[in-house]
């Protein structure tokens, strides 16, 4: 399989599946541009080998009809900023436009088209749309990790017409790094940390874990019903009533597979859900009626703490408790020090799939983590184990025939 270093784009047209679905102003002004930035050493490879290259992304939820609201013009505009290159923009990402945009591109250019999902054909991976995309470029280099858990026309239908030209850009491969190192053959002892609001939305995570890791520590919301299912009093804390039995079955697989399962031991209890509830601590099964449960105990950190430190590897992925209020945050931040020091020492960490990203970061640890994840949806399912549509169609030399 070609890679983006085996592969040489000089003279090449490369059309690039990216992520520039980042979040504007009410003037269209870019207000977080960590995707853009992170493509940037993907375009610039392309560029410094001698080839052009011709960017594809989403922007927003325009379901398939134009709105100028959703273009890609500004995105494009700000991206020249971070390549130091002027880029140009076709109105349409198929048609007359495009086309002629892309037939005219010189080696060093660069091209953005408008918003892929201006068409409901993207969304519904439509044969011939996809084809139509194909005919722009020579090559198809995928380096949007955030839609590759989506069978679209331009993450993964659109592979076919590569069958010898197609590769993951440096994002994604770095995500899939990543993974493999937790999930294919990580150095041990190797550690999960699952947390957030509801076991239903992890249950296939955990389950594909159970199956790799060494240590699996439950924490956040999701925990009381671990807690529950064990025969605790959850008073008033989020537990879902109907999972008690997948509970104790995951608490069944893991003591069968031999994997040391943590669930959190003491509670800070509040007697509301709000920022200046009253507060608490007690042990997390004797939490009392009308309070709640909203994040781990020192007990609890101190226990995590030290399977965290005896780990080579360490997934981590949810908060371990309502870490967005001020007063449920310490067991967050607890756990992210702790994956950082670990980290420090010499562990691979990737924190990856929606809150604990946006926690390292708010708590201003991500630069010492291993790996950072883009991905939240895509990372999930990635993370159960599920083959994602985007990266078989890369990799799959059947499909391409
Ligand atoms: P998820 O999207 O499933 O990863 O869940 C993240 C959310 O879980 C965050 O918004 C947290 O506030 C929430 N959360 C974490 N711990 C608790 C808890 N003990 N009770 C209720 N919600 C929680």
Same mark, same amino acid.
């Given at each position: 399989?070609?890679?983006m270093?085996?592969?040489?784009?000089?003279?090449k047209?490369?059309?690039?599946r990216v992520?520039l679905?980042?979040p504007?102003?009410?003037?269209g002004?870019?207000t977080?541009?960590t995707r &853009?930035r992170?493509?940037v050493?993907t375009?610039?490879?392309?560029?410094k080998?001698?080839g052009?290259?011709i960017?594809?992304?989403?922007l927003?939820r325009p379901?398939g009809?134009?709105?100028? +609201?959703m273009?890609?013009k500004?995105v494009?505009?700000?991206?020249?900023?971070?390549? !130091?290159v002027?880029?140009q923009? +076709? %109105?349409?990402?198929v048609?007359?436009d495009a086309t002629?945009k892309?037939a @005219?591109?010189k080696?060093? =250019?660069?091209l /953005?088209?408008?918003n892929?999902?201006?068409h409901?054909?993207e969304?519904?991976?439509?044969e011939?749309?996809s084809?139509s995309?194909?005919? #722009?470029?020579?090559?198809?280099?995928?380096?949007?990790?955030?839609?590759?858990?989506?069978a679209?026309?331009? $993450?993964?239908?659109i592979?076919?017409?590569?069958p010898d030209?197609?590769?993951?850009?440096?994002?994604?491969?770095?995500?899939?790094?990543?993974?493999g190192k937790?999930?294919?053959?990580?150095?041990?002892?190797m %550690? @999960?940390i699952?947390? !957030?609001?509801k076991v239903s939305?992890k249950?296939?995570?955990l389950r594909n874990?159970?199956? $790799?890791c060494?240590?699996?520590?439950?924490?956040?919301?999701?925990?009381n019903?671990?807690?529950?299912?064990q025969?605790?009093?959850?008073?008033?804390? #989020?537990v879902?009533?109907?999972?008690?039995?997948?509970a104790? %079955?995951?608490?069944?697989?893991?003591a069968q597979?031999?994997?040391k399962l943590?669930?959190p031991?003491?509670?800070?209890v509040?007697?509301?859900?709000a =920022?200046? +509830?009253?507060?608490?601590?007690c042990a997390?099964? +004797?939490v009392?009626d009308g309070w709640?449960?909203?994040?781990?105990?020192?007990?609890?950190i !101190?226990?995590?703490?030290?399977?965290i430190?005896r780990?080579? %590897?360490?997934?981590?992925?949810?908060?371990?408790?309502v870490?967005?209020m001020k007063?449920?945050q310490?067991?967050t931040? @607890?756990?992210?020090?702790?994956v950082? =020091?670990?980290?420090?020492?010499?562990?691979?960490?990737? /924190?990856?799939?929606g809150d604990?990203?946006?926690?390292v970061?708010?708590f201003?640890?991500?630069?010492?983590i291993?790996?950072?994840?883009t991905g939240g949806g &895509?990372?999930?399912e990635?993370? =159960?184990?599920?083959?994602?549509?985007?990266?078989?169609?890369i990799?799959d030399r059947a499909?391409s025939?």
């Amino acid at each position: 399989m070609q890679t983006m270093n085996t592969y040489s784009f000089a003279g090449k047209k490369a059309l690039v599946r990216v992520d520039l679905n980042v979040p504007q102003d009410a003037n269209g002004i870019v207000t977080d541009d960590t995707r &853009a930035r992170a493509i940037v050493p993907t375009v610039q490879k392309i560029l410094k080998d001698g080839g052009s290259a011709i960017l594809m992304s989403h922007l927003g939820r325009p379901k398939g009809k134009v709105n100028p +609201a959703m273009s890609l013009k500004p995105v494009a505009e700000h991206l020249s900023d971070l390549l !130091g290159v002027p880029v140009q923009f +076709a %109105t349409d990402c198929v048609g007359p436009d495009a086309t002629a945009k892309a037939a @005219a591109l010189k080696p060093g =250019e660069v091209l /953005v088209l408008e918003n892929l999902r201006f068409h409901p054909e993207e969304e519904a991976g439509d044969e011939a749309f996809s084809r139509s995309l194909s005919e #722009l470029g020579d090559v198809f280099v995928n380096d949007a990790f955030g839609t590759a858990h989506r069978a679209h026309a331009s $993450t993964t239908v659109i592979a076919k017409f590569f069958p010898d030209d197609k590769l993951f850009g440096s994002l994604m491969q770095a995500e899939i790094d990543s993974v493999g190192k937790v999930l294919g053959n990580p150095q041990r002892p190797m %550690t @999960a940390i699952v947390g !957030g609001s509801k076991v239903s939305s992890k249950i296939d995570v955990l389950r594909n874990l159970i199956g $790799t890791c060494d240590e699996l520590i439950i924490g956040g919301g999701m925990a009381n019903t671990f807690v529950k299912a064990q025969g605790g009093q959850t008073g008033a804390s #989020l537990v879902e009533d109907d999972l008690l039995d997948t509970a104790r %079955t995951i608490i069944h697989e893991a003591a069968q597979k031999g994997v040391k399962l943590h669930i959190p031991t003491d509670a800070v209890v509040a007697d509301a859900f709000a =920022e200046n +509830a009253n507060t608490d601590h007690c042990a997390a099964d +004797a939490v009392p009626d009308g309070w709640m449960a909203l994040d781990i105990g020192p007990k609890s950190i !101190g226990g995590f703490q030290a399977a965290i430190h005896r780990s080579r %590897t360490l997934l981590w992925n949810g908060p371990m408790g309502v870490f967005e209020m001020k007063p449920f945050q310490l067991g967050t931040i @607890a756990i992210a020090e702790a994956v950082a =020091e670990a980290t420090d020492k010499g562990a691979f960490s990737l /924190v990856g799939g929606g809150d604990s990203v946006a926690a390292v970061n708010q708590f201003g640890l991500a630069s010492r983590i291993s790996y950072v994840s883009t991905g939240g949806g &895509a990372m999930l399912e990635y993370l =159960e184990g599920k083959v994602l549509p985007g990266i078989a169609a890369i990799q799959d030399r059947a499909s391409s025939n």
